[in-house]
């Protein structure tokens, strides 16, 4: 091959480079639902950390919100860069709902939506991220129930749905979610008993269930806590003991 070849040859690689996305399409399919269901148009960017990233751009060519140059805010990457690992938007002016196809995230394993304006009901679908460790989602306006296909989320290690209008009861699946170590469901409506599965949150550091109308005794399985540093079942209606 003469030079002149190779360097055409070259070239035609690097454009190659330079065009073609390396974020998963799936994934980038889930990021631009979130964008559209919670107005992105009106994201506050708030930046709390040294590295922020750039706005969302659904225009740009390629759509590539993992480049390693040039990534996305609120977002951290595989190391290969071709799937989304963190979505953090907490306290980001996020307006609207949570889209069911949030559950087709490839590998995520952290989604932090709090503190934002987000209303609706909690996707079942969000049982279907089984490498989950982190869920926040606290601090909106979400109501409804609490899915009982969260119970699938058996990875999950930080568990937060505070200050909600959530109502019903802990569905049982919940209770399979046993590498729970930070639980707060509190400031909701959520009411009826607490099944004695509730010891089945050995793994359990902190558990806050206060401001909700649960009902019944607290069961003994409670005793089975022995990492328990924080227990919060303050404003209920407990059975007193």
Known sequence: MDRSLSLVVLLLFLVASCTNATTSQTDINVLR???SATSGNNWAY???SG?????????????????????WFGLVCSD?????????????????????????????????????????????????????????????????????????????????????SLRGSIPEGLYNMTRLENINLGINSLSGTLSSRIGHWTSATTMFMDGNMFTGSIPD?????????????????????
């Open 80 to 164: 290969n860069g071709e799937t989304v690992s963190t979505l953090d938007l907490d306290m980001n002016a996020l307006d609207g709902t949570i889209p069911t196809s949030i559950g087709s995230f490839e590998s995520i394993i952290e989604i932090d939506l709090a503190v934002n304006n987000i209303r609706g009901t909690i996707p079942s679908q969000l049982g279907l991220l089984t490498d989950l460790i982190t869920l926040n989602i606290g601090y909106n306006e979400l109501s409804g129930t609490l899915p009982d296909a969260l119970g699938s989320l058996q990875r999950c290690v930080n568990f937060d749905v505070v200050l909600n």
């Open 51 to 71: 590295t922020c990233g750039v706005p969302w751009n659904f225009s740009a060519s390629p759509v590539d919100p993992c480049a390693s140059d040039n990534i």
């Open 33 to 35: 639902d979130i964008y």
């Open 221 to 241: 399985t409670l005793t089975n806590f022995q990492n328990l540093t924080t227990l919060d079942l303050s404003d209920n209606l407990f059975n007193g003991r």
């Open 46 to 48: 708030n930046c709390f």
